[in-house]
């Protein structure tokens, strides 16, 4: 069935050090892939995304990188801040039905 | 521009009780969503709609409707309320989705607790 799968469900880097989240998804058609970051107490918020004709994207600290093939995608965040300590989501769009599927999200802690 | 507000922020209701939970958003986007986020859970689509008079199921519509009269607001109702539907509910919009994906907009959302 329709699914998105994200690992690892927690996460913990030394400030300064890169943090790796991984999401791989079962719908061959999918063409876009966004990244949520939720801060406690509120709703989630983008924070970059990808769409399938590119294989990597970066914004300053933070990047994506996509294998069509392999069907995965990462977030990848560089030199960590306790600011990006939050929970984050990756999701694909189910293209027959108009909606997206969410990963079930990492929990991210920078550690001072 | 408000984004996308939602109403309640929170709200204690015995088991049986009916609400509704409103959402509204001022950005004209067509597309408009309700998940539920539970411990471990992530985000799961309750039910959506992808324009003003339609709604459709998502992945846990069970014990929910759902009404979009006018474009700007989403509406989510809960009939006879149970402990499993305490929850934290969002609401996000979108222009649309399908050929050109497109960010959603998420609320602040709303904490629900059924005794």
């Known amino acids: 069935g329709e699914n998105v799968e994200q690992h690892p469900s927690t996460l913990s880097v030394q400030e300064g050090d890169s943090a790796v989240i991984k999401c791989t998804y079962s719908?061959?058609?999918?063409?876009?892939f966004p990244w949520y970051k939720q801060e406690l107490g509120k709703g989630p918020q983008l924070i970059i995304d990808?769409?399938?004709?590119?294989g990597e994207k970066k914004d300053q600290r933070i990047a994506v990188t996509l294998n069509k093939t392999a069907k995965h995608f990462s977030l990848h965040i560089t030199e960590t801040q306790p600011e990006d300590s939050a929970v984050y989501f990756c999701?694909?769009?189910?293209?027959?039905?108009?909606?997206?599927?969410f990963g079930k999200g990492t929990r991210l802690h920078i550690l001072p | 521009n408000a984004g996308v507000t939602q109403t309640p922020k929170f709200r204690v209701l015995k088991t049986g009780q009916s609400m509704t939970l409103l959402c509204a958003q001022d950005?004209?986007?067509?597309?408009m969503y309700w998940y539920r986020q539970d411990p471990g859970m992530g985000l799961r689509l309750i039910h959506y709609?992808?324009?003003?008079?339609?709604?459709a199921k998502g992945e846990v519509p069970d014990g929910y409707n759902v009404s979009r009269l006018k474009k700007q607001n989403f509406l989510l109702g809960l009939e006879s309320a149970a402990p499993s539907q305490t929850s934290v509910y969002f609401c996000?919009?979108?222009?649309?989705?399908?050929?050109?994906?497109?960010?959603?907009?998420f609320g602040p959302g709303t904490r629900l607790l059924v005794l």
């Open positions: 996000a919009s979108s222009y649309i989705l399908g050929a050109d994906q497109e960010t959603q907009y």
């Open positions: 990808i769409r399938s004709n590119v």
């Open positions: 950005m004209n986007h067509e597309y």
């Open positions: 709609s992808v324009g003003e008079g339609t709604t």
């Open positions: 719908d061959s058609a999918s063409n876009y």
């Open positions: 999701a694909a769009p189910m293209n027959r039905d108009d909606k997206i599927i």
